[in-house]
């Protein structure tokens, strides 16, 4: 039988990973959502646990986080879950980032990934096969 887990949904995580000091901590994506909250809260396993806020108490149950960044990882801790193991910081920062998608091969075929501003406005003068072009940050999320 699979342990009961305690559930944090840190939507937001690229904001720890990329903001640091300035991140609003890893309850605030579902607190800003409320009718979000309820969704997903329903679509745990009966008898898992969704944290909301950072007094919300998950004694002796596995900890898991949607994204396991430090301060997700704490609140875990602090709730009393047990966290699941998880990589380091440096490596989120990594995959959280399109060029990593790029370096796998894992894009839309004509993706570029441009790391400059001189590069990107010399890709945008090329023709495409739509006419069209999509820009997107390096790393984001939507929401």
Excluded: H, K
């Excluded at 879950?81 to 910081?89: G, I």
């Amino acid at each position: 039988m699979t342990p009961r887990r305690a559930w944090l949904l840190n939507l937001d995580a690229e904001e720890e990973i990329f903001r640091g000091s300035t991140y609003r901590g890893p309850f605030r994506a579902l607190a800003d959502r409320p009718s979000l909250a309820e969704r997903l809260g329903g679509l745990l396993p009966e008898g898992d646990v969704l944290l909301r806020e950072p007094r919300d108490r998950a004694e002796g149950l596995v900890g898991v986080a949607w994204s396991p960044t430090p301060l997700a990882l704490a609140a875990l801790s602090a709730s009393g879950a047990s966290p699941s193991p998880a990589p380091l910081p440096a490596a989120l920062r990594r995959t959280m980032s399109r060029r990593f998608c790029e370096e796998v091969g894992l894009t839309l075929p004509g993706a570029v990934f441009a790391v400059d501003v001189p590069t990107a406005l010399g890709l945008l003068r090329q023709p495409t096969p739509s006419g069209r072009w999509l820009l997107r940050r390096s790393w984001g999320f939507a929401g």
